[in-house]
């Protein structure tokens, strides 16, 4: 089990992700988001998990569901 850090403006969150090893590729799932990625090594796919979570929390910003959910993890706003 892994913890990424997401730093992006005056926001900050810490994800859970766990990392598999699959049949063909490392699959890193995150518990709070309920998002996962791939890669061919763990490391890859931690790598991916990061840049997925970047991605989904930029596309959401706003979305009430994301926010309520967010809270219920340790992600935190700094303003």
């Known amino acids: 089990m892994s ?3 997401y730093f992006s403006g005056s926001a900050k969150g810490k994800f859970t992700v766990t990392i598999t090893k699959g049949k063909i590729a490392f699959v890193a799932y995150c518990q709070e988001l309920g998002i996962a990625s ?3 090594t763990a490391k890859e796919a931690k790598k991916n998990i990061s840049e997925t979570i970047l991605i989904y929390l930029e596309e959401a910003k706003g979305s009430k569901l994301v926010n309520q959910s967010l809270q219920t993890s340790r ?3 700094l303003t």
Request: a positive charge; aromatic letters at 12%; charged letters at 10%.
């Open 3 to 5: 913890i990424i850090t």
């Open 38 to 40: 791939q890669g061919k």
């Open 75 to 77: 992600f935190q706003s």
